[in-house]
């Protein structure tokens, strides 16, 4: 098992910074990509960014330019430094791994998730 906690969400104005932790413990090691997703009131949950082992990142082109995905491998922390914030990004931001290869943009290809993270985004 996998938990993972995340951290660093809050209120900010359009055109702010925040940065998201997730703080990985348990059987690590078995977790190959890491990701962020996000979910906005009403709608479905939506991929952000994903980062391997090997630190190959990929991200949705809503973010991208904006957000950057990074780990700390010592902490076995994932950040998602989110910067150029618009009011549509707000949303419940998720952390999330799998135990998979390949190129993950799906929810279902991801084992274990946070508790999330709220991001508001004021305009």
């Known amino acids: 098992q996998v938990q993972l906690v995340e951290s660093g969400g809050g209120l900010v104005q359009a055109g702010g910074s925040l940065r998201l932790s997730c703080a990985a413990s348990?059987?690590?090691?078995?977790?190959?990509?890491m990701g962020w997703f996000r979910q906005a009131p009403g709608k479905e949950r939506e991929f952000v960014a994903f980062?391997?082992?090997?630190?190959?990142?990929y991200y949705d082109d809503s973010v991208k330019g904006r957000f950057t995905i990074s780990t700390d491998s010592a902490k076995n922390t994932v950040y998602l430094q989110m910067n150029s914030l618009k009011p549509e990004d707000t949303a419940v931001y998720y952390c999330?791994?799998?135990?998979?290869?390949?190129?993950?943009?799906?929810?279902?290809?991801?084992?274990?998730w946070g508790q999330g993270t709220q991001v508001t985004v004021s305009s």
């Open positions: 999330a791994a799998s135990s998979n290869f390949g190129f993950l943009t799906q929810a279902l290809q991801y084992d274990y």
């Open positions: 980062i391997a082992r090997r630190g190959t990142t």
């Open positions: 348990g059987r690590t090691n078995s977790t190959y990509i």
